[in-house]
């Protein structure tokens, strides 16, 4: 049987503690564009602790993921930023159901990310409107309320200029 010295327990107990501390911590995001896959994808603007819109006027939002259960164009966020601590980010505010078609219908958005690295994010969202979307011709909206569910979904910062609303760039649904 092997002896054990205290040194072996104190060092392994160090290792435990510095390998169990960094799995919890969050990445300072890199400034730039950030998108998430599919046409219901995110698209947003890091700068310094703040998630600004992206895209240019007359569209500049912050766009949050959906998979339009509850919203019928793009998620646009009706906060003009967004604070980002300790490397995530929470928001629990409105959001345009239609931000193109119908912009008096306003739902709850539910939206968090934490950044993992400096080039990636994940988190989830959430939104609950009092109306549902119809489509058809001409689009329209009942007055039935209408949950998304939380469903989860992953960003990353992407490369170029950064100039459109990245919305609708990549495969898959957020």
Not at 79 to 93: H, L, R
Not at 108 to 134: E, H
Request: overall charge positive; charged content about 15%; some cysteine.
């Amino acid at each position: 049987m092997r002896v054990r010295r205290p040194i072996d327990f104190i060092a392994g107990a160090a290792v435990l503690g510095l390998t169990a501390g960094t799995t919890a911590l969050a990445a300072t995001p890199t400034a730039g564009m950030w998108t998430s896959p599919g046409e219901g994808g995110a698209a947003f603007t890091v700068k310094g602790s703040s998630i600004l819109p992206a895209g240019q006027a007359p569209r500049r939002y912050i766009y949050a993921p959906s998979n339009f259960r509850c919203n019928s164009a793009n998620m646009a966020v009706k906060a003009a930023s967004i604070k980002i601590s300790g490397g995530a980010f929470k928001y629990d505010g409105p959001a345009y159901v239609d931000v193109s078609r119908a912009k008096k219908y306003i739902g709850r958005l539910v939206w968090s990310g934490k950044f993992t690295t400096a080039t990636t994010v994940k988190g989830s969202y959430r939104l609950r409107s009092k109306v549902t979307p119809v489509p058809g011709t001409p689009f329209t909206f009942k007055s039935k309320s209408c949950d998304s569910g939380v469903r989860a979904w992953t960003g990353t910062r992407t490369q170029g200029a950064g100039t459109g609303t990245g919305v609708g760039v990549g495969v898959g649904v957020g």
